[in-house]
């Protein structure tokens, strides 16, 4: 395993849209050896086929690695501690192609215009699948297939991405409200406790 500091790799800077992101903690990735092992194969395939993979690991992440044996399938990958929001943020934004079983990112990817394999059984967020931002897979062969053909177009891809709307919005609202603030709306005030 390779522990990377994150201004060390400066990913984005180095090759922007030339890497992997990804991120798994959620049980159903990390509770069996099967599972995690599934991911983490893949995630090393995608690091020998010469795309960079960077790995900010989860705590829970990290010890079931220990408790499965599974370290020889992070040698290849760019592991680092976990990273706050705004630096994951940053790193999604020159990815290219987010892997990961995290709802939150599932809305992000729709704004930052990128790709995400949702390595899940379900989601709670259906539609930045449905607008083609993101994709169910399942640990394993599947993951791996779908992130070598993704990868296979990223131009294009992202292209694509970036011209479509987030299904969530545009991230504009805030702008919105303070503009009708200052067209003499009514201020909101603050419910008395």
């Not at 099967?34 to 020998?48: T, W």
């Not at 990958?77 to 630096?87: C, H, N, R, S």
Request: proline share 8%; hydrophobic share 45%; glycine share 10%.
């Amino acid at each position: 395993m390779r522990t990377a500091t994150l201004p060390r790799l400066c990913f984005k800077v180095q090759c922007p849209a030339g890497y992997v992101l990804a991120t798994v903690h959620r049980p159903e990735n990390t509770d069996t050896a099967e599972a995690l092992g599934a991911v983490l194969a893949e995630l090393d395939r995608i690091a020998r086929a010469g795309t960079p993979v960077l790995f900010p690991m989860h705590p829970r992440t990290r010890a079931a690695v220990e408790r499965f044996g599974l370290a020889g399938l992070l040698e290849l990958l760019a592991v680092t501690e976990p990273v706050g929001y705004g630096d994951f943020l940053g790193l999604a934004n020159h990815a290219a192609l987010l892997v990961s079983d995290s709802g939150g990112v599932q809305e992000e990817c729709t704004v930052l215009g990128r790709p995400l394999l949702v390595v899940r059984r379900s989601t709670e967020r259906p539609e930045a699948v449905e607008a083609g931002f993101a994709a169910l897979v399942q640990p394993g062969e599947e993951l791996g297939g779908l992130a070598r053909a993704w990868l296979s177009d990223t131009p294009e891809r992202l292209a694509r991405l970036a011209a479509a709307p987030s299904p969530y919005g545009d991230g504009l609202a805030s702008a919105r409200i303070a503009a009708l603030a200052g067209r003499g709306a009514e201020p909101v005030v603050p419910l008395a406790a």
